[in-house]
């Protein structure tokens, strides 16, 4: 660091020294006007850009969510399956924006809704504002956002509610099924590097693995994997494991695909690998209960390696599997399901005891939808 400063000064000095050197052509004048307009459509496209990921993440993770509910012991909670927000729950840098182009107020609206949720069975759409649920109204203004989730929470999986929606000048009731669903929330991070994490009580994605999992069938492994990681309380285990109560917050379970600025763990890896090839093991379950084709899943590590090489040879301190253990012990897994489906067995790991969730499962409470 020292010597970054050294260089900084030297350069500066020499700069006073020979005099700034300039371009040969100068800047076009630009006026603000027309700079604060293309900025304005600039920030409409970002927010399409995040609100198309989300789209795609929510289509994706919704079933696996439902699927794994079982494994999530009381990590779970009633889900319609939509988004919701008012202007007041918009980042401020997004704000104008969204007012602008998803006509929020300070009512709460529906912005996305999962494919096959229980919203899109009742035919909620996007835009839909929210008025009341079982007569019970909904908040509006600043107060919105924590009335809403105390409501949707006291909603009871697998029992009808009357959701009364506003749109285009008409209120609509709607009877509608609240799902039970695993209560992680999936967060999309703006890192471009390819990385998902399971911190325990959120999933959280990269950009940049949202771009490499072109096929949706990777991307549900993905998130399948992260689920059974926190599912399965392997962040506290590790962290009991290897810092006896230091520095939880500083843990999390990666994807095991090596980047450049891929998150790292320190501290002992014990059982990690371990860990990473039951959460393999578990997404493959989970993948399997939400009725998505497990045949090819596989294949996935066969592209990471072609992407990764690094990962191809064994190493034996690293904190995850290489890649042709990934796919061996994935396609042994898949046999496994298949065999158990051709029986008509149910889709339950073998040595799995549904009372030992409740102990497995350690992650706080969370407030994410
Ligand atoms: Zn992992």
Redesign the pocket.
């Known amino acids: 660091m020292p010597n970054r400063i050294l260089i900084s000064t030297l350069l500066l000095l020499a700069a006073l020294i020979t005099g700034c050197a300039k371009p040969i052509i100068p800047n076009q004048e630009l006026p603000p006007a027309l700079l604060s307009l293309e900025q304005e459509k600039q920030r409409s496209l970002a927010l399409t850009e995040q609100l198309k990921r989300r789209q795609r993440v929510m289509n994706i993770s919704f079933p696996l969510m439902v699927a794994a509910a079982d494994f999530c012991a009381d990590k779970v909670k009633p889900s319609l399956g939509i988004s919701f927000s008012n202007k007041e729950g918009i980042d401020k840098s997004y704000r104008d924006t969204a007012i602008q182009d998803l006509g929020l107020g300070d009512a709460l609206q529906v912005i996305l809704v999962a494919e096959g949720s229980p919203a899109a069975t009742a035919g909620i759409a996007a835009g839909d504002v929210l008025v009341s649920v079982d007569d019970k109204p909904f908040k509006s203004g600043k107060k919105a956002g924590a009335s809403v989730k105390a409501l949707l929470a006291s909603l009871k999986a697998g029992q009808p509610v009357d959701l009364v929606v506003a749109r285009a000048d008409k209120t609509i009731t709607v009877e509608i099924t609240p799902s039970q669903i695993c209560d992680y929330p999936i967060l999309i991070s703006n890192q471009d590097t390819v990385n998902?994490y399971?911190n325990g009580r959120q999933i959280i994605l990269t950009k940049g693995l949202l771009r490499f999992s072109e096929q949706d069938s990777d991307l549900a492994l993905v998130i399948a994997?992260?689920l059974a990681?926190n599912a399965f309380g392997?962040v506290p285990k590790i962290v009991k494991n290897a810092f006896t109560g230091v520095a939880v917050d500083l843990l999390a379970?990666?994807?095991?695909i090596p980047s450049p600025a891929a998150f790292t763990i320190t501290g002992a890896n014990l059982h990690r690998q371990q860990?990473?090839a039951e959460?393999?093991h578990i997404a493959l379950y989970i993948l399997a209960r939400s009725g998505q084709p497990i045949d090819h899943a596989a294949d996935f590590w066969r592209r990471v390696a072609a992407e990764y090489p690094d990962q191809i040879d064994k190493n034996i301190g690293a904190s995850?599997p290489s890649s042709p253990e990934r796919f061996l012990a994935i396609e042994s897994t898949v046999k496994i399901i298949k065999e158990k489906r051709r029986r008509g067995d149910p889709l339950w790991p073998e040595g799995l005891n549904k009372k030992s969730l409740n102990k497995l499962n350690l992650g706080k409470k969370s407030d994410g939808q």
């Open positions: 998902a399971a994997h992260e990681h392997h379970f990666g994807f095991g860990f990473e959460a393999d995850h």
